[in-house]
């Protein structure tokens, strides 16, 4: 083979490897991307966990136990990054398929919005788990502690909507 043919093609498909692997961990396979964006929501690597969960459930088949796995993973990176976005992607899961998910995805989204100090998408989706599960006292627990943010943040809507429901003495919806 010409050498001067040779080395320009293999110059170029080095070149498109290093793009795939750089723009979308393409050479990733789609459980490797999954474990990666569990990885990168360790290590608080958000934005970048939101994009290998992306590419996850884009790769495995709708509906699949690994594709609710990567859904509910990228709900919580979002909770970091774009939290109404959160709060509308797992509750419009959620309520589509609601036996994929437990009390415990719901406690997690929870966390994770609670901690980026998203509190009112944090209480939208305490509320809508505890409607689901009246008896979680974890849920439940959420509840104060999310008012009292609330309150020393002076948000008044959201203190008084959670005022207003029944699991804190309110009339409910």
């Not at 293999?10 to 961990?25: E, R």
């Not at 393409?26 to 991307?33: D, K, V, Y």
């Not at 899961?93 to 998408?121: C, H, N």
Request: negative net charge; glycine residues 10%; proline residues 4%.
């Amino acid at each position: 083979m010409n050498p001067k043919i040779v080395v320009p093609i293999l110059i170029l498909a080095m070149a498109s490897i290093v793009l795939v692997k750089v723009v979308g961990g393409g050479l990733m396979t789609a459980e490797g991307q999954l474990e990666r964006g569990h990885e990168l929501l360790q290590e608080e690597s958000f934005a970048e966990a939101c994009e290998m969960f992306n590419g996850a459930s884009q790769r495995f088949e709708n509906g699949s136990d690994e594709w609710f796995e990567a859904a509910k993973g990228r709900s919580r990176a979002l909770a970091h990054t774009d939290a109404p976005q959160c709060q509308a992607e797992f509750l419009g899961l959620a309520k589509q398929f609601p036996d994929a998910f437990v009390e415990q995805d719901y406690m997690l989204i929870v966390g994770d919005l609670f901690s980026a100090r998203a509190y009112t998408s944090a209480h939208a989706v305490a509320d809508r788990g505890i409607q689901r599960w009246p008896e979680s006292e974890a849920l439940l627990a959420y509840i104060p502690k999310i008012r009292a943010k609330a309150e020393a943040l002076g948000n008044t809507e959201l203190t008084d909507t959670i005022d207003s429901h029944p699991y804190a003495g309110g009339g409910g919806d």
